[in-house]
């Protein structure tokens, strides 16, 4: 049995600076935010005060939920964050779990997730500078000695970078182990129903029949947990570098 | 004979990366040790503990997932890379 891992799909090249590609990772994107955008104009039209619907009570307990994670780990002084971190947690989510609908996972690009680190980065770069003016901000380099200079500026460099390969890493593990797995299911299964004599051994060896349920069982943790553990993790670092960058 | 060489050196090489896991495997079950022990002795801090605990586990696997990151660098874009400075 042949097995591929390839990385995302290319649909065009739009033909200007030497061919950008259009991969499904962008399409996917694109297509996870107008669905995102809808859902957050659908579930906050047409709120009232009194006798709320149903639609509005899961809005205002998602709201709820997301305001306690950015109050408890930011603090009060902060919230003007809580849009950035709501993008980013519902972004990661969606891209992740797209796999499940049969779609190509923009998080196992990891264009995708760099993109999302690079733009914490700015940011954690940004409140450095504004907490210890751009003097401090340099002077931080040379500290303790001088001579930690290389291993400083090394140190953050890898912010973002270890922020992107944490989350690409385990999206793309979860799917290389459940194409292996798949792979081996069926391999088991043309062994051992080819055991059986006759035509009927040969007619069940074709039909997946081990495929069918057990790598469901297997996508529960790499797709669902694994999708919601590393969003809540990078939504959580980007927190935790933000607030503690201006100290 | 080179493009042997090369290859068999890529396969290797993804092989020891791979041995990265161990350390991550260690770690968080140190981690989910300790956090069990707290939960042992204050129960009523079972959410506290567990989110705590998750956040410390997908940090520590960090290390795991760089050995792996090089693995699959050296499985799928080392081979072809190395043969064509060949």
Known sequence: MKLEVNGAPIYF??????????????????????????LCAWLTHDLKVRDISKRQAAAEKIYELLYGLVHD???????????????????????????????????ADVNTTLAWALVVFALITYHKIK???IGGYLKGYTEPIFLMTPFNILGEVFTPVSMAFRH??????GYVISMLIYAALITANHLLFGLLPGAVGEILAEIPILGVGIPALFSLYFDWFGSFIQAFIFCMLTMIFIATAED | MERAIVLMGCAIGAGLALIAGIGPGIGEGYAA???????????????????????????????????????????????NMFLGML
């Open chain 1, 131 to 133: 907490g210890h003016g």
């Open chain 1, 168 to 173: 690409f890493g385990n999206i793309v593990s």
């Open chain 1, 13 to 38: 090249e739009i033909p200007i600076l030497g061919g950008i590609p259009i991969t499904g990772s962008l399409v996917v994107t694109w297509g996870v935010m107008i669905v995102l955008t809808i």
């Open chain 2, 33 to 79: 040790g300790k956090a069990l022990e707290s939960i042992a002795r204050q129960p009523e801090m079972k959410g506290e503990l567990t989110s705590t605990m998750m956040l410390g586990i997908a940090l520590s696997e960090t290390t795991g997932i760089y050995g792996f990151v090089t693995g699959l660098l050296l499985m799928f874009v080392c081979p």
């Open chain 1, 73 to 107: 780990n930011m603090g009060e002084g902060w919230m003007h964050y809580l849009p950035l971190v709501t993008a980013l947690f519902g972004l990661s989510i969606s891209c992740s779990l797209s796999s499940l609908l049969g779609f190509w996972s923009p998080t």
